[in-house]
């Protein structure tokens, strides 16, 4: 399965966000781009990249190389409302985002991980998609065998403290979660323009 492999924090400093799905640093040591000239880099960005950075800020955080997002801008676009606010709903219903957001995993490439190797549930049926779109009455369970795991029982012992979107619901007890809702643009956990997103597939699409 092809997913970004490289240097997360550095990611991050690029885009000049920290994008919690990619890394559980809280804050970047220097907030400046990487490189030798990074931190003497200043002046003001054209339209282009802004929307570039905008664009690499939810294909990063979210895990997906660029033909799968671009497949994502356009079902966005063919579906009825704002396309901006489809697209963002489409990625926080990915199942490897939805067991990140419902705490069992510390980012969602560790979240991606658990449901490729079979340890998640959907409705009782085990799904080993990443990209699987949930449903809002859906659940979402750990399976039986892999709850006595321990990095398992970690992730359930720390999903306590963590902070659930409101589309979502746990019981770390049972070891599952349900989508209550369709996710909205305003639960995605960074800032990040739609518009910009749409603008820059704007000629491709």
Do not use: C
């Given at each position: 399965m092809a997913r970004y492999r490289g240097p997360r924090v550095k990611v991050c400093r690029s885009l000049g966000a920290i994008l919690p799905g990619l890394t559980t640093a809280a804050t970047l040591d220097r907030p400046y781009p990487p490189?030798?000239?990074?931190?003497?880099?200043?002046?003001?960005?054209?339209?282009?990249?802004?929307?570039?950075m905008?664009?690499?800020?939810?294909?990063?955080?979210?895990?997906?190389?660029e033909k799968q997002f671009q497949r994502y801008v356009a079902d966005a676009a063919r579906r009825k409302g704002?396309?901006?606010?489809?697209?963002?709903?489409?990625?926080?219903?990915?199942?490897?985002?939805?067991?990140?957001?419902?705490?069992?995993?510390?980012?969602i490439p560790a979240a991606r991980q658990m449901v490729v190797h079979g340890h998640i549930l959907v409705d009782g049926h085990r799904v080993d998609r990443p990209s699987f779109a949930v449903k809002?009455?859906?659940?979402?369970?750990?399976?039986?065998?892999?709850?006595?795991?321990?990095?398992?029982?970690?992730?359930?012992?720390?999903?306590?403290?963590?902070?659930?979107?409101?589309?979502?619901?746990?019981?770390?007890?049972?070891?599952?979660?349900?989508?209550?809702?369709?996710?909205?643009?305003?639960d995605l956990p960074f800032d990040c323009n739609p518009q910009a997103v749409i603008e820059f597939y704007s000629q491709k699409l």
């Open positions: 490189g030798q000239h990074g931190a003497r880099r200043r002046g003001k960005m054209s339209d282009y990249k802004v929307r570039l905008e664009k690499q800020k939810l294909r990063m955080h979210f895990g997906i190389l704002p396309t901006g606010r489809n697209l963002l709903s489409a990625l926080e219903s990915r199942l490897d985002n939805v067991v990140w957001r419902l705490g069992l995993a510390a980012t809002a009455g859906q659940e979402i369970t750990v399976r039986e065998k892999s709850r006595q795991k321990p990095f398992i029982q970690a992730a359930l012992e720390a999903s306590t403290s963590r902070i659930k979107p409101p589309y979502l619901e746990f019981d770390p007890a049972k070891a599952s979660g349900k989508m209550i809702s369709a996710p909205e643009a305003e």
